[in-house]
């Protein structure tokens, strides 16, 4: 069982940045892909990033490119999301994911998920 804790999410202006956190509990974490995803209002959730068990493989969707950078602290049972360049379409409840197999970007396989952290970009 993995219990993950998101923080991080406020309000920030276009152009901001902001870093998102996701601690695990429990003693399986570096055997775990791990994900973010994020939920606007009215609309689907959809991936964001993902970094493989050992942190040496990323993916991101398309809309984040050059601007978002994910990396994990095995040590410390912690992933982060660096956001750079925010823009309004930004804006999303994000969630952080843990699953057995690295590179989904549908939140199907994932196994495990957080309570989900608020960000809120302003124009």
């Known amino acids: 069982q993995v219990q993950l804790v998101e923080s991080g999410g406020r309000l920030v202006q276009a152009g901001g940045s902001l870093r998102l956190s996701c601690t695990a509990s429990?003693?399986?974490?570096?055997?775990?892909?791990m994900a973010w995803f994020r939920q606007a209002p009215g609309k689907e959730r959809e991936f964001v990033a993902a970094?493989?068990?050992?942190?040496?493989?990323?993916s991101y969707t398309d809309s984040v490119k050059g601007r978002f950078t994910m990396t994990r602290d095995n040590a410390k049972n912690t992933v982060y999301l660096q956001m750079n360049s925010l823009k309004p379409e930004d804006t999303a409840i994000y969630y952080c994911?843990?699953?057995?197999?690295?590179?989904?970007?549908?939140?199907?396989?994932?196994?495990?998920w957080g309570q989900g952290t608020q960000v809120t970009v302003s124009s």
């Open positions: 429990g003693r399986t974490f570096d055997s775990y892909a």
């Open positions: 970094v493989s068990w050992s942190g040496s493989s990323t």
């Open positions: 994911a843990a699953g057995r197999t690295f590179g989904f970007t549908v939140h199907s396989p994932y196994n495990y």
